[in-house]
């Protein structure tokens, strides 16, 4: 078993930056890939970006290009996102996730991940 845990979030205004910090623990070494997704009220959960666990790789979804950065920290075993220029429509609550099968093409997939954390708030006002 694998547990996430989120860390981070919170509210700022348009155009401001704020961090999310994943903090696996558990069965780590069979992670392949971990992602953030996000869930708007009223709206289902949408992919956001991933990575693969240990390697270069990393996905976005088109709405964050640019503005948003994932990647791991090695030495704290931490995934984190980089959220820069924010937006109101970026308001949601963000997931954390961890998928154990090898296979990067459906990392963008929800269904894929296997753990999931708590969720974090993050809200932009305008």
């Known amino acids: 078993q694998v547990q996430v845990v989120e860390s981070g979030g919170g509210s700022v205004q348009a155009g401001g930056s704020l961090k999310l910090s994943c903090t696996p623990s558990?069965?780590?070494?069979?992670?392949?890939?971990m992602g953030w997704f996000r869930q708007a009220p009223g709206k289902e959960r949408e992919f956001v970006a991933a990575?693969?666990?240990?390697?270069?790789?990393?996905y976005y979804t088109e709405s964050v290009k640019g503005r948003f950065t994932i990647s791991r920290d090695n030495a704290e075993n931490t995934m984190l996102l980089q959220m820069n220029s924010l937006k109101p429509d970026d308001t949601a609550v963000y997931y954390c996730?961890?998928?154990?099968?090898?296979?990067?093409?459906?990392?963008?997939?929800?269904?894929?991940?296997?753990?999931w954390g708590q969720g974090a708030q993050v809200t932009v006002s305008s």
């Open positions: 996730a961890a998928a154990r099968t090898d296979s990067a093409g459906l990392l963008r997939s929800s269904w894929f991940y296997d753990y």
């Open positions: 558990g069965r780590t070494w069979t992670i392949f890939g």
């Open positions: 990575l693969q666990w240990s390697g270069d790789n990393t």
